[in-house]
T-cell receptor, first 114, second 110 residues
Framework: DGGITQSPKYLFRKEGQNVTLSCEQN?????MYWYRQDPGQGLRLIYY???????QKGDIAEGYSVSREKKESFPLTVTSAQKNPTAFYLC?????????????FGEGSRLTVL | AQRVTQPEKLLSVFKGAPVELKCNYS??????LFWYVQYSRQRLQLLLR??SRESIKGFTADLNKGETSFHLKKPFAQEEDSAMYYC????????????FGRGTSLIVHP
């Protein structure tokens, strides 16, 4: 099946620990994104990548890091510097910047800090 | 800067009633507008985009540049329409990263 796969679906972390969320796509899309979804706040952009080996900060990048070593993979690391990491994280992709706005989303990963 | 405003956090209607989910945007250039929907336990997905001018699942949305609005409408709501709806904007010719509104939760009662 073509699509975006996020793992794990649920993750618990102790304060002070880093955690990495996986995002893989087999759609051959150039662009990939990470959003954070909080109740009442909609989707806020954390990082995005338009091409392999390149990525840009979004609106709320502090406390997060990413890499884009392969076209199909865009992992997000939530570091201990993120003050309020408990949230639902969504990964998305789009064909290219020639098709703006048409994003394909994963099922999300829910991170809970204990 | 581009901004999307969805003034209603929650919209509650009865089955068969008309539905209008409001979306207003702020952008000085020529925008592209979208509606995304997230049904319970499903992934977020594109519902419709203004340039397509199509009706999906009975929903339509017209871009009103004068009022900077892109309201989502359906004449007769169904229970299966209950979901979270997000309006999104991209700036044509500029940043193509979508900016999302805060979302409106639509509940359709039987």
């Amino acid at each position: 099946d073509g699509g975006i796969t996020q793992s794990p679906k649920y993750l618990f972390r102790k304060e002070g620990q880093n955690v990495t969320l996986s995002c893989e796509q087999n759609l051959n899309h150039d662009a990939m994104y990470w959003y954070r979804q909080d109740p009442g706040q909609g989707l806020r952009l954390i990082y995005y990548s338009q091409i392999v080996n390149d990525f840009q900060k979004g609106d709320i990048a502090e406390g997060y890091s990413v890499s884009r070593e392969k076209k199909e993979s865009f992992p997000l690391t939530v570091t201990s510097a993120q003050k309020n990491p408990t949230a639902f994280y969504l990964c998305a992709s789009s064909i290219s910047r020639d098709r703006p706005g048409e994003l394909f989303f994963g099922e999300g990963s829910r991170l809970t800090v204990l | 800067a581009q901004r999307v405003t969805q003034p209603e956090k929650l919209l509650s209607v009865f089955k068969g009633a008309p539905v209008e989910l409001k979306c207003n945007y702020s952008y000085s250039g020529s925008p592209e507008l979208f509606w995304y929907v997230q049904y319970s336990r499903q992934r977020l997905q594109l519902l419709l985009r203004h340039i397509s001018r199509e009706s999906i699942k009975g929903f339509t949305a017209d871009l009103n540049k004068g009022e900077t609005s892109f309201h989502l409408k359906k004449p007769f709501a169904q229970e299966e329409d209950s979901a979270m709806y997000y309006c999104a904007l991209t700036a044509s010719g500029g940043s193509y990263i979508p900016t999302f509104g805060r979302g409106t939760s639509l509940i359709v009662h039987p």
